[in-house]
């Protein structure tokens, strides 16, 4: 039973452009959002995260936005750069309880 | 630099023998998470351990696979009898405490890369 879901497995953006990648959720009763870059051969490292209480958060080039109402998760990246081609899991927790992952999407930035 | 370390890196292992991944979590942290990548379930949770407990192994098929802690710098994932279907890509991770706020997180090791032929 997926938890998390991330509908486009693949991303191809111009250098330059911005980024959307989108993540659904099932479960209301998540506290934190977050999402995770892998490269190859790597483990996912942290990117950027937010809480059940804000709608938008703001790191650099990166937004994550939250909407609760739609159980939907989504990061900016603007503007995009070559070395932001990975794989992006967004993940969701519930405080006390486990981390879920999507199935990620593999974000390509075209030079 | 602390991190989660992993091993072995890659194994390559006939079906039907036993493979053991070991995992060191960052000192300090209490909770250890092992994933499992596949293309199409992504990163799919088979355990975790807080304070060396299990809470929550549903994730693992039980009876081939087990997951223990034997001390808080040691974490083990066997697979008994291995089959091929098992060949993925295997992650640990660790954090800290039992709540989460903003800027923490869980970290990831390396993975340990599973074939088994």
């Known amino acids: 039973d997926q938890q998390v879901k991330q509908n486009s497995p693949s991303l191809s953006v111009q250098e330059g452009r911005i980024s959307i990648l989108n993540c659904d959720y099932t479960?209301?009763?998540?506290?934190?959002f977050l999402w995770y870059k892998k490269y190859p051969a790597e483990g996912p490292t942290f990117l950027i995260s937010?809480?059940?209480?804000?709608d938008k958060n703001e790191d650099g080039r990166f937004t994550v936005f939250l909407n609760k109402s739609a159980k939907h998760l989504s990061l900016h990246i603007v503007p995009s750069q070559p070395g932001d081609s990975a794989v992006y899991f967004c993940?969701?927790?519930?405080?006390?309880?486990?981390?879920?992952f999507g199935t990620g999407t593999s974000l390509t930035v075209i030079p | 630099d602390a991190r989660v370390t992993q091993t072995p890196r890659h194994k390559v292992t006939e079906m039907g023998q036993e493979v053991t991944m070991r995992c060191q979590p960052i000192?300090?942290?209490?909770?250890v998470f092992w994933y499992r990548q596949t293309m199409m379930q992504g990163l799919e949770l088979l355990a975790y351990?807080?304070?060396?407990?299990?809470?929550?192994d549903s994730g693992m098929p039980k009876d081939r696979f087990s997951a223990e802690m034997p001390d808080a710098t040691l974490a083990t994932l066997k697979i008994q009898p291995s089959e091929p279907r098992d060949s993925a890509v295997y992650f640990c991770?660790?954090?800290?405490?039992?709540?989460?706020?903003?800027?923490?997180?869980?970290?990831f090791g390396e993975g340990s890369w599973l074939t088994v032929v």
């Open positions: 351990f807080r304070n060396r407990a299990p809470l929550d």
């Open positions: 000192l300090g942290h209490n909770t």
């Open positions: 937010i809480s059940s209480i804000k």
């Open positions: 993940a969701v927790y519930r405080t006390g309880n486990q981390f879920y």
């Open positions: 479960n209301s009763m998540f506290d934190y």
């Open positions: 991770a660790s954090g800290s405490g039992t709540g989460l706020h903003s800027g923490n997180t869980i970290y």
